[in-house]
């Protein structure tokens, strides 16, 4: 008697299983050795430096623009960078913002642009076959935006309405003064104000465009099912019309260090409880060891297993989440670790923060708790291979942070054999209990006689605008 196919495979699935116990955990494979694809580097005719990753298991493509600058260099009006990459695709000199929305939505593409610190990012895609109609889209958002002043005006309502309803926010003030605290005077620290929203002008986005946007000053990524030498071919056709030009680079400085623990607290009338961030400065995105930190934050403050979690969630029972996290830019990064508490818990919150941060420095990291943090650091970073748009930004990464060509490929592999040595190493290096600075928002009048007893307090309005010690918040 013939077995079906099915029948056969069932028997085959069931002997296979036979010898499994259930029972124990099963021993975890070893970090694969290269775990990021292959990637092809072309620079073409017009100095436009081009990343090319071919993957074909469906057929879509994406595509990534990055131009270095910023809002690092935004200058005396923080939120320029911001509203170039808005209104990138909301007029060109061939086509207004509804018919350019029109021609994307046709295709079931996305062309959209964000400002970070050190670049402004442009990404499309779309299904493989419309990678001609993607291009001519992406080309003319970059090469031939136009500002038009009514989706200008329109822009700065937007981010007007946005301000007002950060200042509510208590994450949001939170956010901006760690942001201040940390990076001082340095840009990565500017807060943007409605003043600096109504000053920023067309004539400023132009400014900025003409400035920043050219080839030999951008790269560009593209990821999916695509063939290098026929993508570069239609590359070097779409962006012919993009000529190169003189970018002078402005080198800035790192930010300050920090010296001394400070408190400063939002005064929010009515708040019931207290958004607290501790926070100091941090490494740089060239930093070598970021496969090993991110290890060790974790086991810090990652996530469910972080230890700031199981101590003020589980433990104590004083807030939903308590995490941790490093923020890596060009010249310097910021260090957090956040909680929502009660307000009166909030000083035995911050002290518990402060216990787990010195207990990482002070002792080794026990083995299985490392074990569980490493699987759990690998799985989530092979995890993320699967999208097509971090993969790219990774590969530009590499390019714009000046980070060691195999820097992805050994990334798993270095989390996979981090030490306990290591992460208490690192932890000594770039977690201070002395110099930092701890940002509470939250009612004065309740909290303030508790944080005084860490130290001195600095209160502000929730204009963030710094109140006169003595007199009373309004």
């Known amino acids: 008697m013939r077995l079906s196919l099915f029948t056969f495979i069932a028997l085959f699935i069931a002997a296979a299983q036979a010898d499994i116990d259930r029972t124990k955990k099963p021993t975890p494979g070893p970090a694969p050795a290269a775990a990021f694809p292959d990637f092809k580097t072309i620079t073409l005719k017009n100095g436009l430096k081009v990343f090319v990753i071919e993957d074909d298991r469906k057929p879509a493509v994406t595509f990534r623009l990055v131009i270095k600058g910023g809002e690092l260099h935004d200058g005396n009006k923080p939120g320029t960078t911001g509203f170039v990459a808005g209104l990138l695709n909301r007029g060109t000199k061939t086509r207004d913002a509804l018919a350019f929305a029109e021609e994307s939505d046709y295709i079931g593409s996305q062309i959209e642009a964000s400002a970070g610190d050190d670049a402004l990012s442009v990404g499309a895609g779309a299904l493989t076959k419309y990678t001609d109609k993607i291009l001519d889209l992406l080309v003319d958002a970059v090469v031939n935006p136009v500002f038009p002043p009514d989706q200008l005006e329109r822009e700065q309502k937007q981010m007007m309405s946005k301000l007002a309803a950060d200042r509510k926010q208590p994450g949001a003030l939170a956010g901006k003064l760690a942001g201040r605290v940390v990076y001082g005077p340095h840009p990565y620290g500017a807060i943007m104000t409605e003043k600096d929203v109504l000053t920023i ?4 986005l132009v400014k900025y465009h003409t400035k920043w946007f050219a080839p030999n000053n951008a790269t560009l990524a593209v990821v ?3 063939k290098s030498d026929v993508i ?3 590359l070097e056709k779409a962006f012919a019309v993009w000529q190169r030009k003189d970018v002078e680079e402005e080198k800035l400085a790192a930010p300050p260090a920090m010296h001394g623990l400070t ?3 939002v005064d929010r009338p009515g708040s019931v409880q207290s958004n607290i961030v501790i926070c100091e400065p941090g490494p740089a995105r060239n930093n070598a060891d970021t496969p090993e930190l991110n290890v060790m934050n974790a086991t810090l403050g990652g996530g469910f297993s972080g230890r700031l979690f199981q101590n003020l969630r ?12 490093f923020g890596m830019n060009r010249y310097g990064g910021m260090f957090q670790a956040s909680a929502e508490t009660r307000n ?3 000083a035995p919150a911050i002290n518990e923060t402060l216990v787990e941060m010195k207990r990482i420095r ?3 990291v026990p083995d299985g708790e490392l074990e569980l943090q490493r699987q759990y650091n690998v799985g989530n970073y092979l995890l993320s291979l699967e999208s097509a748009a971090r993969t790219a930004q990774r590969v530009q990464d590499i390019d714009l942070y000046g980070l060691a060509p195999d820097f992805y490929k050994r990334y798993a592999k270095r989390m996979a054999d981090v030490t306990s040595s290591q992460i208490q190493a690192l932890a000594q290096s770039t977690l201070s209990l002395d110099n930092l600075a701890i940002v509470v928002v939250g009612e004065a009048k309740q909290i303030k006689p508790e944080l005084e007893k860490i130290g001195t307090v600095i209160v502000y309005d929730t204009e963030l605008k710094e109140i006169p010690k003595g007199e009373a918040p309004k």
Do not use: F, N, P
Not at 201 to 204: F, G, I, N, V
Not at 314 to 325: D, I, L, P, Q, R
């Open 201 to 204: 002008t067309r004539e400023d």
């Open 224 to 226: 999916g099912d695509v």
């Open 232 to 234: 570069v071919a239609q």
């Open 263 to 265: 408190i400063h607290l």
């Open 314 to 325: 589980e433990k104590h029972g004083w807030t939903y989440g308590a995490y941790s996290a």
């Open 344 to 346: 009166e818990v909030t």
């Open 362 to 364: 002070s002792e080794l």
